[in-house]
């Protein structure tokens, strides 16, 4: 049974950075394109970033290019947002996603407001 689980989602002020985290299990981590997407209130869910299976490539939305970093530990399963320079419009519930398969955490909440 494949399952993500999301966390690290918090309050923070414009300006300020979040760390997101995600596990994977169910799956074979090692082999999975990782991606990041997001959904703010009222819009549809969008792509953020993703990642290839050893890390070597990497993609990121426009609107977070030189902001976030995306990176994955696959001894630990897990796979990191880094977000610096949150701005309010980066306010969303964060998911995890491996690609090709279509299973979604309950995601992560992050707020940007002073």
């Known amino acids: 049974q494949v399952q993500l689980v999301e966390s690290g989602g918090g309050l923070v002020q414009p300006g300020g950075s979040l760390r997101l985290s995600c596990v994977g299990s169910g799956f074979t981590f090692s082999w999975s394109v990782m991606s990041w997407y997001r959904q703010a209130p009222g819009k549809e869910r969008e792509f953020v970033a993703f990642i290839t299976g050893t890390g070597g490539s990497t993609n990121y939305a426009d609107s977070v290019k030189g902001r976030f970093t995306i990176s994955r530990d696959n001894a630990k399963n897990t796979v990191a947002l880094r977000m610096n320079n949150l701005k309010p419009e980066d306010t969303a519930v964060y998911y995890c996603?491996?690609?090709?398969?279509?299973?979604w955490g309950k995601g992560t909440l992050v707020t940007v407001s002073s």
């Open positions: 996603k491996a690609v090709g398969m279509n299973y």
